[in-house]
Every structure is written in structure tokens, then in C-alpha cells.
């Protein structure tokens, strides 16, 4: 059985321009810029971005080492916490960037 694992994220925003200034800001992404969107050119999983309209992606957990001062970077940046939790396998916080597309950062625990 061949096992498949995903290959390329695309993340849906308002405004392409804007989401490069935040999440650039944010997550230290660089981007090559294309027709409506970019590719991010400094992650290890192939993720990009594209002007489809803000999206509701709380599932995508972006992993931070530190997520209180994640959360204050988001926060200078115009974004916003929308929840917070605690689970097992660590601290997560749902998240809105400042066009309005939601994702989540999770700090992992001890083992994760």
C-alpha cells in the first residue's frame, strides 16, 4: 500500500498583497508572487496563498515554539484570538489575520 501525505496547503485570503505583508510579518514567510496568490519559498511543507476570499481554516494548526508571543505578534499585526485551549497535546489558540481568515497556532507539548 503506498501511503499518501499532503503535498501542498493552499491557504485562501482576501487580499493576496496584504496576507504577504501579514503572514511575512508573522510567520517570517518569504513569497514569489503569482496570478492571484504566492507561493511561500522558506517552508519545509510547500504552502500557498491565494485570493479566493477569507476562509474559516481553524484546522490548520500552524506550530509555534512560544504561542504567547505568537499571539501578541498577531495581535500587533491586526489580527485577532478568536478561542483558546489546552489539550493533551498542547496549547492552541483559533486565530483571525486581519482580512479575516481564520487558522489556528498550536504550541505542542512535552512529546509532540
Sequence with gaps: ?????????????????????????????TFDAGPGGAHVNNTKLPVGIAG???????FLY???DDIAVAKASLTRLGG???????????LNAVCADDGGTIFSLWQPAAGF
Excluded at 503506498?2 to 496547503?9: C, N, R, T
Excluded at 485577532?80 to 498542547?90: C, D, I, N, Q, T
Design 1 to 29: 500500500m503506498v501511503v499518501i501525505e499532503l503535498g501542498y496547503l493552499t491557504l485562501p485570503v482576501a487580499d493576496v498583497g496584504r496576507a504577504m505583508i501579514f503572514y511575512g510579518a508573522l510567520f517570517g514567510w
Design 52 to 58: 479566493s476570499g477569507a476562509a474559516d481554516a481553524r
Design 62 to 64: 500552524f506550530r509555534v
Design 80 to 90: 485577532r484570538v478568536v478561542e483558546e485551549h489546552e489539550y493533551p497535546s498542547g
